[in-house]
């Protein structure tokens, strides 16, 4: 393999030079953490070996894990509140945008490294490396700056559509240039009067006698879609072909580059393809050109076949949707460290169970039984998605390596499974910890120099975009569970229940963790009790799975990562009780364990009220009268 990343990639520890006012939040990777994760629960080098990437030794990880750390730390985590403060800026003359002070020499950096191709095929300029892998990467940028990753990160997204639909002309052409991060990639679906009803979209696309097809339509909220970083954009864009069916069976998906290619390789830069007809205001993610998209008899090239096209948007919506987890994850890290450095300075009145610091004028607030609640709120969220997400990652590296159409499916069938419990729950309990993250400083927290309403805002996007919670968790209940008959569910539950029996049975004598598994087990069941009784309800009643999705979600969601916690605790108690434990891996493994506990504790029981809200009557939701006043 020809690995750039495996000269391991030097780049330049000084951040680019910037104007920002200081700020407090100074992200630190947290890679003893990853290491946990990857190597003690999820068993990196067995999993490796098993899937085919033989070479995928622990000393390369960490060397990966420990150069992405450093990019991430010293040049990425500063330009966060730059792009915060400063914004894009759109030249209403050349339609040209400006991204933030630094962001684009970050991306030179980026680029230099290799980091864009990690995952991306040898044959296409790739490296051929699993995407767990790439997911430390990916971990990393999404807790430093979110908002920067979303660059690089959708353009992921436009490499894994062209490589498994794209022609081998297509491939060769544009994928080359998106694995080096020659080029950049987006994609765009939302109109402004659709957006997850794609089925009402209107932009055109007419063949033309050279193969090619003229595209006619607007696009909007269209992430990335115009910037600095580099010389070309290429789009992936849905369009609707002349006398196409209506609705989503008549969409087909059509690559629209910003400059069109020449025949030497140059692109014409003196003509542009498409134009950014506006940049929006947003809440947060300010350093994320945000556009509206004109396409006007802007030349595009049909990926597959005409009529297919929203099948294989799909690749790029479940990237994305996996993607975007991260968000949830990132923030809940970020809130974490933020709030867990200021409660270990910040004095405030006495603990109510004595005196912590008598030395000093009160007590250190995380001594503050309400605020240490909130901190390992904090904390359980972003180690059990970390450990969820990299659990479906290296899911994802079986795909790379299925050798048969029907593994690839198996392996696409469960994706799809845990896809909206990823992307739905763990953004939702990320926004909750960038609150609580918050709610740590108090007043302090509310001021933009520590950094923290500013992850607040960024954050609160993950809900809504790529598909809102309501939209995962219709997916979720309707099409991977009612019209499935519940495959995914009853396929997790299995192995869930085989791994939970070895701990009660198997392993008896050394398991500490029996209650929490017998809790545990408990929550599994009454998940397929729950399923039955919607599944029962919808028959008489259809709106049902409207009204019950969203529990439905976040129960899945709570139960799944109270499967994670209790692989991470059973873990680090084997990691104790090992002869010749080091005192600071000693303090790690219980923490690991004292965390897994208040889970168990505090935070799964919230999954009883998301069950007794779905098995309620949907009555109260769905009768006519609750909005029939209207104020005159």
């Known amino acids: 393999m020809a690995l750039s990343a495996r000269h391991l990639w030097s780049a330049s520890r000084q951040a680019a030079a910037v104007s920002a006012r200081a700020m407090s939040l100074q992200y630190k990777?947290?890679?003893?953490?990853?290491?946990?994760?990857?190597?003690?629960?999820?068993?990196?080098?067995?999993?490796?070996?098993?899937?085919?990437?033989?070479?995928?030794?622990?000393?390369?990880?960490?060397?990966?894990?420990?150069?992405?750390?450093?990019?991430?730390?010293?040049?990425?985590?500063?330009?966060?509140?730059?792009?915060?403060?400063?914004?894009?800026?759109?030249?209403?003359?050349?339609?040209?945008?400006?991204?933030?002070?630094?962001?684009?020499?970050?991306?030179?950096?980026?680029?230099?490294?290799?980091?864009?191709?990690?995952?991306?095929?040898?044959?296409?300029?790739?490296?051929?490396?699993?995407?767990?892998?790439?997911?430390?990467?990916?971990?990393?940028?999404?807790?430093?700056?979110?908002?920067?990753?979303?660059?690089?990160?959708?353009?992921?997204?436009?490499?894994?559509?062209?490589?498994?639909?794209?022609?081998?002309?297509?491939?060769?052409?544009?994928l080359t240039r998106l694995a080096t991060g020659e080029w950049l990639g987006t994609m765009c679906l939302t109109e402004p009067q659709c957006g997850t009803d794609l089925g009402q979209m209107k932009t055109k696309a007419i063949k033309q006698p050279d193969g090619s097809y003229k595209i006619t339509g607007t696009k909007i909220f269209i992430s990335c879609g115009e910037h600095d970083f580099t010389d070309n954009i290429i789009h992936i864009v849905l369009a609707r072909c002349e006398n196409a069916p209506e609705g989503t069976k008549g969409i087909s998906l059509f690559i629209v580059p910003k400059h069109l290619p020449k025949a030497d390789g140059s692109i014409d830069k003196e003509h542009k393809n498409l134009t950014c007809g506006g940049l929006e205001k947003k809440m947060g993610i300010h350093g994320s050109s945000t556009c509206v998209m004109n396409f006007e008899d802007s030349t595009g090239y049909l990926i597959g076949t005409e009529n297919k096209g929203l099948h294989q948007m799909f690749t790029f919506m479940s990237t994305a949707r996996v993607g975007t987890a991260l968000q949830g994850l990132g923030a809940a890290e970020l809130a974490y460290q933020g709030a867990l450095a200021y409660a270990n300075e910040r004095m405030s009145m006495r603990a109510l169970g004595g005196k912590k610091n008598p030395d000093k004028a009160g007590d250190f607030i995380v001594h503050h039984g309400d605020v240490r609640?909130?901190?390992?709120?904090?904390?359980?969220?972003?180690?059990?998605?970390?450990?969820?997400?990299?659990?479906?990652?290296?899911?994802?590296?079986?795909?790379?390596?299925?050798?048969?159409?029907?593994?690839?499916?198996?392996?696409?069938?469960?994706?799809?499974?845990?896809?909206?419990?990823?992307?739905?729950?763990?953004?939702?309990?990320?926004?909750?910890?960038?609150?609580?993250?918050?709610?740590?400083?108090?007043?302090?927290?509310?001021?933009?120099?520590?950094?923290?309403?500013?992850?607040?805002?960024?954050?609160?996007?993950?809900?809504?975009?790529?598909?809102?919670?309501?939209?995962?968790a219709l997916d979720l209940l309707g099409r991977q569970t009612m019209l499935s008959g519940a495959k995914g569910l009853r396929k997790h539950f299995g192995q869930t229940m085989g791994y939970m029996k070895t701990n009660l049975i198997d392993n008896r004598q050394t398991s500490q963790f029996k209650r929490e598994t017998l809790t545990l087990m408990g929550y599994y069941v009454r998940w397929m009790y729950l399923t039955g009784r919607i599944g029962l309800s919808a028959r008489t009643n259809r709106e049902v799975i409207s009204t019950t999705s969203v529990d439905y979600l976040m129960y899945s969601g709570y139960v799944t990562m109270g499967l994670h916690w209790l692989k991470m605790m059973e873990t680090a108690a084997e990691k104790l009780a090992m002869a010749g434990v080091s005192e600071q891996d000693a303090q790690f493994y219980r923490s690991k364990i004292q965390t897994g506990k208040f889970y168990f504790d505090h935070l799964l029981p919230r999954a009883k009220a998301h069950?007794?809200?779905?098995?309620?009557?949907?009555?109260?939701?769905?009768?006519?009268?609750?909005?029939?006043f209207k104020q005159q």
């Open 373 to 472: 609640k909130m901190l390992l709120t904090c904390k359980a969220i972003a180690e059990g998605s970390r450990s969820m997400m990299y659990e479906s990652a290296m899911l994802a590296d079986y795909m790379l390596k299925a050798k048969t159409e029907e593994d690839h499916k198996k392996v696409d069938e469960d994706m799809g499974f845990l896809t909206p419990i990823l992307k739905g729950f763990i953004t939702e309990m990320g926004s909750e910890a960038a609150n609580l993250g918050m709610q740590c400083f108090g007043g302090h927290g509310y001021i933009k120099e520590w950094g923290m309403e500013q992850n607040v805002r960024d954050t609160r996007i993950g809900t809504l975009y790529e598909g809102t919670t309501g939209i995962q």
């Open 29 to 174: 990777a947290p890679t003893r953490d990853i290491q946990f994760v990857l190597d003690e629960v999820l068993d990196a080098d067995r999993h490796y070996q098993k899937v085919g990437f033989t070479e995928m030794s622990s000393d390369f990880r960490n060397s990966v894990l420990e150069e992405m750390a450093k990019f991430s730390e010293e040049v990425l985590s500063p330009l966060n509140p730059v792009g915060d403060q400063e914004g894009c800026t759109l030249d209403p003359k050349t339609k040209e945008v400006k991204t933030p002070t630094g962001w684009k020499e970050a991306y030179d950096q980026y680029m230099q490294g290799g980091w864009q191709s990690l995952s991306v095929p040898e044959a296409y300029g790739g490296q051929d490396l699993p995407l767990s892998l790439g997911l430390i990467k990916s971990e990393l940028i999404a807790s430093a700056n979110w908002t920067w990753g979303m660059y690089p990160g959708l353009s992921i997204g436009a490499m894994n559509t062209l490589t498994l639909h794209g022609s081998e002309e297509q491939k060769q052409e544009y």
């Open 611 to 628: 069950c007794e809200s779905a098995l309620a009557s949907p009555e109260s939701i769905t009768d006519e009268h609750a909005f029939a």
